[in-house]
């Protein structure tokens, strides 16, 4: 198993940044993609980002590209999620999540272990 748990600020201001971090532990080792997933107010769960834990490539939903970056950094086993020019529209609860098989990537019925979401508020 992989237990994910993540970090990071909260709530800000419209056009400020926050960062979200997921610490990961378990069988790290299995990991194949390292994604960030969020959930608004009555939508489903949306895709944000995602990494290749190893090779690093990386895979943004259109309307995060430019504003957010997804890391990882291999040796302290954590993914990061920087979001810059927020929106209000960006509120939601957001996910990390691990893909152990390569079948996740953009798609959240592919990953297999999620951390416990954390609610990110803009505000206008």
């Known amino acids: 198993q992989v237990q994910l748990v993540e970090s990071g600020g909260r709530l800000v201001q419209a056009g400020g940044s926050l960062r979200r971090s997921c610490a990961a532990s378990?069988?790290?080792?299995?990991?194949?993609?390292m994604g960030w997933f969020r959930q608004g107010p009555g939508k489903g769960r949306e895709f944000v980002a995602a990494i290749h834990w190893s090779g690093g490539n990386t895979y943004y939903a259109d309307s995060m590209t430019g504003r957010f970056t997804i890391s990882r950094d291999n040796a302290k086993l954590m993914a990061h999620l920087q979001m810059n020019s927020l929106k209000p529209t960006d509120t939601a609860v957001y996910y990390c999540?691990?893909?152990?098989?390569?079948?996740?990537?953009?798609?959240?019925?592919?990953?297999?272990?999620w951390g416990q979401g954390t609610q990110v508020t803009v505000s206008s």
């Open positions: 378990g069988r790290t080792c299995s990991i194949y993609t």
């Open positions: 999540a691990a893909d152990l098989d390569g079948s996740g990537w953009h798609t959240h019925e592919g990953y297999d272990y």
